[in-house]
């Protein structure tokens, strides 16, 4: 465009300045005519020769001259050499901006043209020089921030990732360890249950036991009574079979006597003394089944005590056993109030592992949401940091263009 405007300024003076000349000629070669053909012309009484002629057309010529390149050569030489330095991306005030300033009177096209190439200059050269001197430093700065930011966000990310990965790793054994923890509670409830049905058997079991030693002791307590009453009546019997020997005794010394009066009276006392041989030996019968008795009644004696005190023994030791099974089925309470209270803490576990399992399955999908995202995050840094990359490579291609101009 400022060539195309140039080569026609430069054209339009160039026909100014040639019909000018031709002007000029035309007047020295009229003049040379006049001079030749012997006319002589006259002027407030001066006379023109052909020499004078000559030297004033020389003059003109000369004057033309100096004007052509005063007014035409030079500019178009100061045009030439600004546009050269513009070819060179040298846009800092050159040889135009001088010339206006030391023709700063002059008003023609030459002088429009240089401020308008002033004016053009002026704008590109702050642009260009706030473009290589503050923009491209600051973009610069930018981009080595901006690349910064966006490798320690993806190594953060990166890092996230793996912490992601990790905690979604771990929420899946605890999801397992969970439903686990939920199969071994069943279990274990199960277990609870059927321990604390044996509990209520053996508490039963053991009340029915209980409730047996118990009419055993009454029984013992009926056997000692008994067992009292025959001793008693064992005492009776002896002291009758005391009363027996004593009879006995004197009766076998009556008949003893009688045997004596017998032999005393002779012939007439033998029938006597077959009486009194008779009585004696019943009575020695009746001793010997007195003693007899007597020995049993001893034995049974013995034996009553010894049944006594077994009776007596059997009857503490029921005691005991039914004190201790009253202390076992107290503890038989106690174990089944633990055992149930064991079964509700183990239904809780199971309501909060069952909650804690479906809590664990949800993070699990969350994390597993997050990852994908945290996986998009790495994605889009990396396809930022190419961004980055290729903005910073046409930063570089814009300060090696800017960098080729002279500001």
Not at 75 to 80: W, Y
Not at 182 to 193: F, G, I, N, P, Q
Not at 367 to 389: D, F, M, R
């Amino acid at each position: 465009m400022f060539n195309s405007l140039f080569q026609s300024l430069r054209v339009s003076h160039l026909v100014k300045s040639l019909a000018l000349l031709n002007l000029f000629i035309f007047l020295g070669l009229s003049l040379i005519i006049v001079g030749k053909t012997g006319f002589i012309f006259l002027e407030n009484h001066v006379v023109f020769s052909m020499e004078w002629v000559l030297m004033l057309t020389e003059i003109l010529v000369l004057l033309l001259s100096f004007f052509i390149i005063y007014r035409v050569l030079d500019p178009i030489d100061v045009f030439n050499k600004h546009m050269d330095q513009l070819v060179q991306f040298d846009i800092r005030p050159g040889p135009v901006c001088d010339w206006l300033e030391s023709n700063s009177r002059r008003n023609d096209e030459f002088s429009q043209l240089a401020k308008k190439l002033r004016a053009f200059r002026e704008p590109i050269h702050s642009l260009l020089s706030d473009l290589s001197n503050k923009n491209l430093v600051e973009l610069n700065t930018a981009q080595k921030e901006i690349a910064c930011a966006i490798l320690t966000t993806s190594e953060n990310s990166q890092s996230e990732l793996s912490e992601v990965e990790q905690v979604a790793t771990a929420a899946i054994e605890l999801n397992a360890t969970a439903n686990d923890l939920v199969l071994r509670v069943s279990d274990t409830e199960a277990a609870v249950s059927a321990t604390l049905d044996i509990i209520n058997s053996s508490r039963n079991t053991l009340s029915k036991s209980s409730k047996i030693s118990e009419k055993i002791g009454d029984s013992m307590k009926e056997s000692r009574q008994i067992m009292n009453t025959l001793n008693d009546y064992s005492q009776e019997i002896g002291s009758v079979v005391e009363v027996i020997k004593n009879i006995s005794d004197q009766t076998n010394l009556l008949a003893l006597n009688a045997a004596i009066e017998a032999a005393r009276a002779g012939n007439f006392g033998k029938g006597f003394a077959v009486v009194a041989n008779e009585v004696r030996s019943l009575a020695a019968k009746t001793q010997a089944s007195t003693d007899e008795i007597s020995n049993s009644i001893n034995n049974l004696q013995e034996l009553c005590r010894k049944a006594q005190t077994m009776i007596d023994t059997n009857s503490d030791l029921v005691e005991d056993s039914v004190s201790i099974a009253e202390d076992v089925h107290d503890g038989f309470e106690s174990i089944a109030k633990k055992v149930s209270s064991i079964l509700n803490t183990n239904t809780q576990v199971a309501c909060a592992s069952e909650e804690q399992s479906t809590v664990t399955s949800d993070i699990s999908h969350r994390l597993a949401s997050i990852s994908s995202l945290v996986h998009s995050n790495v994605q889009g840094c990396n396809n930022i940091k190419e961004i980055n990359t290729e903005v910073s490579t046409m930063t570089d291609d814009v300060r090696a263009i800017i960098q080729r101009f002279t500001v």
